[in-house]
Nanobody, 124 residues
Framework: QVLVVESGGGSVQAGGSLRLSCVVSDYTDNSAWFRQAPGKEREGVAAISTYSGSTYYADSVKGRFTISRDNAKNTVFLQMNNLKPEDTAMYYC????????????????????WGQGTQVTVSS
């Protein structure tokens, strides 16, 4: 079984930064970060293609979050800057076993392996 392990969550004040890391036990096609706040649906935040390096972002985080990767180490990062209270959520790393088109990369159906989640809390 492919294991996915996130780290880097925590509590910060609005305007602060956090960097999340995700280590995947085996090579996968694509990786992404999702988040879910209480009472809300799971939201695709950012995704990255293993092959092309292309990145995709939710409109709510464009210009503030950056997803990157180290393919040799099977590690994905999410740099989160200028955090806002509405960014508060449980953040999950996900990895795909198969290729999916770009339009699907922020949808949870595209991913097969999920981490346990890491909590991000942003206070005002």
């Amino acid at each position: 079984q492919v294991l996915v392990v996130e780290s880097g969550g925590g509590s910060v004040q609005a305007g602060g930064s956090l960097r999340l890391s995700c280590v995947v036990s085996d090579y996968t096609d694509n990786s992404a970060w999702f988040r879910q706040a209480p009472g809300k649906e799971r939201e695709g935040v950012a995704a990255i293609s293993t092959y092309s390096g292309s990145t995709y972002y939710a409109d709510s985080v464009k210009g503030r979050f950056t997803i990157s990767r180290d393919n040799a180490k099977n590690t994905v990062f999410l740099q989160m800057n200028n955090l806002k209270p509405e960014d508060t959520a449980m953040y999950y790393c996900a990895a795909a076993a198969q290729w999916w088109p770009a339009a699907s990369l922020l949808r949870p159906q595209a991913y097969d392996y999920w981490g346990q989640g890491t909590q991000v809390t942003v206070s005002s």
